[in-house]
Every structure is written in C-alpha cells, then in structure tokens.
C-alpha cells in the first residue's frame, strides 16, 4: 500500500472523509484550514485508490523528541484493508527521531472507536491517562520506541 504526501488537489477528498466520520468524531470546523497548513508543512499522509479519491489520511506533528498523531481516518468502504495501519506506520517512520509518539482516541466505552484502538494497541501504542481534547473525551495511547 502507497502512503504519499497529502496534495492540495486532495483536498476535496479528505473533506468528504471528514464528512463522514463526523457523527464520531464530533464537529471539525477548521478542519480545512488545518489540513491546507498540515499539507504545507508536509505533515499530511494518505492513501489514494486508483481513481485518485483519498481512503484514508493521518495528520502529524510534534516535536523531535516527541510526536503525535493528530488525526487519522479511513473511508468507511475501505476500512479492514490495511489503509489505517499502513499510514500509521508510514507516520512512525516519518517520526524517526521522536523516543515516543503520542495520539489521542476514543475511550473505551466508545464503540464505534474499537477498531481505531485495536488498531493503536496492535501496532504498540499502549493505552494511558483518560484526557479532554478539543472538548472531547479521549484516552491517550503512546507509542515509545525500544
């Protein structure tokens, strides 16, 4: 699976993934403008489909020492491929310098957040302190490198 850097004509994709992971997510008003700034500094990675349609997207940043997964998600119709654990790792990589890596997903008794933290868990990201994000109940996972 290819994992590029995102590029402004993605834009419209990643928007409809925004759209329709919203009722889980919560609102993500500036989500555009984050993204156009994430795409600048080459800290947005995707996935495309061979029509170029954007499946899945994850936002970076951090520090050297210490980064984060700011965002990640994947078009309902191609979650289970591979596409969330292949930006996760390509994310990781790019971290090369970070001693941890940190993310902020949904809590436990969120269901509809399972897969997301299956996922986290399987890849070594190990579950932390309960925390509010952006006004959302979120666990955080951090990943430290051996």
């Known amino acids: 699976m290819l994992v590029q850097p995102a590029l402004e004509a993605d834009v419209p994709s990643w928007l409809e993934i925004v759209r329709e992971v919203e009722p889980l997510f919560g ?4 989500f555009e403008t984050t993204l156009l700034t994430k795409i600048g500094e080459q800290a ?10 954007v ?3 994850i936002l970076i940043g951090g520090t050297k020492e210490h980064g984060w997964i700011r965002w990640l998600a994947v078009r309902t119709k191609a979650r289970a491929g591979g596409v969330g654990g292949s930006l996760v790792e390509a994310a990781v990589k790019r971290m090369k310098t970070a001693k941890t890596i ?6 436990e ?4 957040g399972w897969p997301a933290r299956r996922l986290y868990s399987r890849l070594g990201f190990v579950a932390g302190p309960l925390v509010q994000a952006e006004g959302q109940p979120r ?3 951090t990943y430290a490198r051996r």
């Open 109 to 112: 008794e969120a269901t509809g």
């Open 55 to 57: 499946l899945g997207g």
């Open 102 to 107: 940190s993310l902020d997903t949904f809590r």
């Open 44 to 53: 947005a990675l995707c996935v495309r489909s061979g029509d170029a349609a």
């Open 139 to 141: 666990q955080r996972f």
């Open 27 to 30: 609102p993500m008003p500036d």
